[in-house]
T-cell receptor
Framework: EAQVTQNPRYLITVTGKKLTVTCSQN?????MSWYRQDPGLGLRQIYY???????DKGDVPEGYKVSRKEKRNFPLILESPSPNQTSLYFC???????????FGPGTRLTVT | KNQVEQSPQSLIILEGKNCTLQ??????????LRWYKQDTGRGPVSLTI???SENTKSNGRYTATLDADTKQSSLHITASQLSDSASYIC???????????WGAGTKLIIKP
C-alpha cells in the first residue's frame, strides 16, 4: 500500500532533550516536506527536500534540522526542543513540484 | 503579501443539508488551487485541484468553483453526511517560487 509513515505518533518530552521524528514513504517520490499545524493557523512548512542530499528551509525552520540521505526517508530533528515547538507535525511527499502531496498520519509533540 | 483566507471558521449543519465554504486569496502569480479534507488527528487528503482555466470541478458530492478574476474559490457539499465532518483547507500554489500558501481551514460539523 502506498503510504507515508511517521513515528512516533505521539511524543511527550522535556525542554532540551534531543528528539527525532522519522518519516518514510514507499512511493519513490522525490519531493518531501515537513509541516507543523497549530490551532487557528494554516499548515506551515518547516523544511523541504527536492531530492536526496537536497534540502531547503521553509517558512518556519528555526529550531529544526532535517536530512535526506535516502530517497524514502526524511527525518525531522529537534536538537533542543522548547515548549513553543509543541505542535502537530506532518510529513508529506509528492512526485513533482508544485506537489500533489500525500500526507503522513501526523505526530503530536508536547514539550514541557 | 500572499495570503489565503477561508470562511467561515466553523460551520454546523444538519445531516442531509448542503453547504458552501469560501476561500479568498491574494496569491500572485497564481498556479493552482487545491481543496483538502482533514479528519481530526489525521493528515490532509486532496479533494480536488483547479488550474487557472477551470471554473468548476466535481468529486462526488463535492463541487469546487474558481473565479480567477475575483480570486475566489468555493467548495460546495451536497447532501451532507456525518462522515463529512472534518476541516476543509484551501491551498493556493503560486507566488514567485510556486510556494504553497495554506488557509487556516473551515471546521465543518454535521449533526444527525
Amino acid at each position: 500500500e502506498a503510504q507515508v509513515t511517521q513515528n512516533p505518533r505521539y511524543l511527550i518530552t522535556v525542554t532540551g532533550k534531543k528528539l527525532t521524528v522519522t518519516c518514510s514513504q514507499n512511493m519513490n517520490h522525490e519531493y518531501m516536506s515537513w509541516y507543523r499545524q497549530d490551532p487557528g493557523l494554516g499548515l506551515r512548512q518547516i523544511y523541504y527536500s527536492m531530492n536526496v542530499e537536497v534540502t531547503d528551509k521553509g517558512d518556519v525552520p528555526e529550531g529544526y534540522k532535517v536530512s535526506r540521505k535516502e530517497k524514502r526517508n526524511f527525518p525531522l530533528i529537534l536538537e533542543s526542543p522548547s515548549p513553543n515547538q509543541t505542535s502537530l507535525y506532518f510529513c508529506a511527499s509528492s512526485p513533482t513540484l508544485p506537489p500533489e502531496q500525500y500526507f503522513g498520519p501526523g505526530t503530536r509533540l508536547t514539550v514541557t | 503579501k500572499n495570503q489565503v483566507e477561508q470562511s467561515p471558521q466553523s460551520l454546523i449543519i444538519l445531516e442531509g443539508k448542503n453547504c458552501t465554504l469560501q476561500c479568498n486569496y491574494t496569491v500572485s502569480p497564481f498556479s493552482n488551487l487545491r481543496w483538502y479534507k482533514q479528519d481530526t488527528g489525521r493528515g490532509p487528503v486532496s479533494l480536488t485541484i483547479m488550474t487557472f482555466s477551470e471554473n468548476t470541478k466535481s468529486n462526488g458530492r463535492y463541487t469546487a468553483t474558481l473565479d480567477a478574476d475575483t480570486k475566489q474559490s468555493s467548495l460546495h457539499i451536497t447532501a451532507s453526511q456525518l462522515s463529512d465532518s472534518a476541516s476543509y483547507i484551501c491551498v493556493v500554489s503560486g507566488g514567485s517560487n510556486y510556494q504553497l500558501i495554506w488557509g487556516a481551514g473551515t471546521k465543518l460539523i454535521i449533526k444527525p
